[in-house]
Nanobody
Framework: QVRLVESGGGLVQAGGPLRLSCAASGRTFSNYIMAWFRQAPGKEREFVSVISTGSLFIRYADSVKGRFTISRDNAKNTVYLQMNSLKPEDTAVYYC???????????????????WGQGTQVTISS
C-alpha cells in the first residue's frame, strides 16, 4: 500500500506560480511511476504530467506544456509540480497518482493508476 498526500494548493492570481508537492509513504517510492491529474468543476479528471522512476521519461498535457514542470526526489519520497504562468482555466483539484509497470508513449496518460491522493485545490483568480 502506498499513501499519497498532496499539498501546496491555494488561491493565486493569474500569471503567478504555485508548487504542489505529493509525499508518499508505504512501499518503495522509487519503484513507482508518478503522475499528476486534475479535475475542474463539472469536468472529467484529466492527465497533467507524468514522470518515470528515474526521471528520464517525462510527459505533459498540451495545455500545460511549457508552463508546468514535474520533478521527483526519491530520497524524500516526494513528487513536485511547479506551475508557472497560471491561468484561470488551471483551476481544479489536483491529484497525484502512483503506479508500477512500464511507461511508454502509448500509456503515459492512463488513468489506471494503483494509488491516488486525496487532492489539493488550486484556484486561479483572473
Amino acid at each position: 500500500q502506498v499513501r499519497l498526500v498532496e499539498s501546496g494548493g491555494g488561491l493565486v492570481q493569474a500569471g503567478g506560480p504555485l508548487r504542489l508537492s505529493c509525499a508518499a509513504s508505504g512501499r518503495t517510492f522509487s519503484n513507482y511511476i508518478m503522475a499528476w491529474f486534475r479535475q475542474a468543476p463539472g469536468k472529467e479528471r484529466e492527465f497533467v504530467s507524468v514522470i518515470s522512476t528515474g526521471s528520464l521519461f517525462i510527459r505533459y498535457a498540451d495545455s500545460v506544456k511549457g508552463r508546468f514542470t514535474i520533478s521527483r526526489d526519491n530520497a524524500k519520497n516526494t513528487v513536485y509540480l511547479q506551475m508557472n504562468s497560471l491561468k484561470p482555466e488551471d483551476t481544479a483539484v489536483y491529484y497525484c497518482a502512483a503506479r508500477g509497470g512500464s511507461l511508454t508513449d502509448t500509456n503515459y496518460n492512463t488513468e489506471a493508476n494503483d494509488y491516488w491522493g486525496q487532492g489539493t485545490q488550486v484556484t486561479i483568480s483572473s
